[in-house]
């Protein structure tokens, strides 16, 4: 049975010498998609399951397991909530590009609707695009960015 993504385990015995760290989301889905034979330990990730390691944190390659980051997008909402309480409308600016962006941006629209707030989001994928997207965030209504 795989290790859950977030323990730190005893490597498997099957390359003990040989061990891949891929460090962002972008080297742990390249490293995944070639090396199947090694032990695989990832770190600034995101969501293992999102950068496609698996289908959970505990159904997912036999080979990877690593530390995932993740932001308290829950206590954002909250200090949203708090610091501004009327606030109905809450704007961000994502790469559609980088798995990393599109999960947070996802994990605090869930979050934010909790507490009563819309999240508006526009993508930008080059720093040139972030000016138009922030632009078009702040013409849609939010009380935040």
């Known amino acids: 049975m795989p290790l859950p993504f977030l323990v730190t385990p ?3 015995p099957m ?3 040989i061990v891949v760290v891929p ?3 972008p080297a742990l889905q390249a490293t995944i998609r070639r090396i199947r034979d090694r032990p695989v330990v990832f770190s600034l990730v995101a969501s293992g399951v999102a950068a496609g390691a698996g289908t959970s944190n505990e159904d997912h390659l ?3 397991t690593g530390a995932q980051t993740s932001s308290d997008v829950a206590l954002m909402a909250k200090i949203v909530k708090e610091a501004l309480p009327t606030a109905r409308r809450v704007g ?3 790469a ?3 798995t990393n962006s599109v999960f947070n941006r996802d994990e605090l629209a ?3 609707r909790k507490a009563g ?3 508006v989001s526009a993508g930008a994928d080059r720093p040139t695009e972030l000016p138009e997207a922030a632009d078009g965030v702040v013409t849609q209504g939010v009380q935040a960015m």
Do not use: A, W
Request: hydrophobic share 40%; aromatic share 8%.
């Open 110 to 112: 869930v979050e934010l």
């Open 23 to 25: 460090f962002t989301t």
């Open 92 to 94: 961000t600016v994502f």
């Open 62 to 64: 036999p080979n990877v």
């Open 15 to 17: 390359l003990p010498e």
């Open 96 to 98: 559609p590009g980088e």
């Open 10 to 12: 005893p490597l498997p």
């Open 117 to 119: 707030i819309e999240l």
